[in-house]
């Protein structure tokens, strides 16, 4: 399931397969096949959030600025490998600048939490500040011609808890719906989610109730299947290809196993890959 496009090339028939291509996102979808995926589904790295321990690592930017521009050219280069009814969905979350802390402390509960470097105030914020990322990324990609569609609030009901005594606790993060055109696949009857009453039903509403899920192995919470689930149905067929640049512990391609699609997914770091292949293989 995992290869190097050394392989990629001489077994060209894999591409009709699922794999988990190990290498940076960065170079890795340029080799990517054009006009190909149904959907893109992604989280990618949280700018000066967690440490992955590889230099130049998307995240760990010194400049807010050169973190979005990283993340732009990724998703303009996989505008091109998207059908032309394509869709990218972003989920990002966002935070606040580290006043000019350089190192951030472990937690016991969250030993992820741990940095060996934390990037200066950007300039025009102060200390304390709400960055405003995700919409920051969303216009940044607006202007470059991608179609933003819809802005959606994923509410953890189980956030983590912060100690935070002047503000409230960061309980939601957004996924953002894209499109490469003005006209796009979205099957809006298969994601139609219950009314009060629980006998009708209803276009699905932009604020989305999942809890988190913590998993052990990668020390971090992923993806929550039930977040991604409807997503994938509402943005590809069954066999359709769906593309994950961000691999991670790979709830993409568990979800993509359970509907029935296929998936490509991109991982720079072994221990993933190994949870991720782990994951998948248990789908029955």
């Known amino acids: ?132 990322l995700p919409w920051r990324i969303a216009f940044a990609l607006q202007e470059e011609g991608w179609y933003l569609r819809s802005d959606i609030i994923w509410y953890k009901p189980n956030c983590q808890p912060e100690s935070v005594k002047d503000r409230p606790t960061q309980s939601h993060e957004y996924i953002f719906l894209f499109s490469k055109n003005e006209k796009y696949f979205y099957d809006f009857e298969r994601i139609k989610e219950p009314t009060a009453n629980k006998k009708t039903f209803r276009n699905k509403r932009t604020v989305w109730s999942v809890n988190t899920e913590p998993f052990p192995d990668a020390h971090f919470a992923t993806f929550p299947i039930e977040l991604i689930k409807p997503i994938i149905e509402a943005s590809s067929l069954k066999n359709g290809f769906v593309l994950d640049p961000f691999f991670g512990a790979g709830t993409v391609g568990v979800v993509c196993k359970m509907l029935e699609r296929k998936f490509h997914g991109i991982e720079l770091k072994d221990e993933y890959i190994e949870i991720s292949k782990k994951r998948i293989n248990n789908v029955r």
């Open 1 to 132: 399931m995992t290869f190097d496009f050394a392989e990629i090339e001489q077994k060209k028939v894999l591409w009709k397969d699922s794999l988990i291509i190990k290498g940076d996102s960065r170079e890795m979808v340029k080799k990517l096949p054009n006009n190909f995926y149904s959907c893109c589904v992604t989280s990618p790295p949280y700018w000066g959030k967690r440490d992955y321990g590889y230099n130049g690592q998307i995240g760990a930017e010194n400049e807010m600025d050169q973190y979005i521009k990283n993340l732009v050219s990724i998703f303009n280069v996989i505008k091109n490998k998207l059908k032309e009814d394509g869709t990218l969905w972003l989920n990002i979350g966002d935070s606040y600048t580290s006043g000019n802390r350089t190192w951030r402390a472990e937690d016991k509960k969250n030993p992820a939490r741990g940095m060996s470097f934390r990037p200066p105030t950007p300039i025009g914020l102060k200390p304390k500040d709400l960055i405003g």
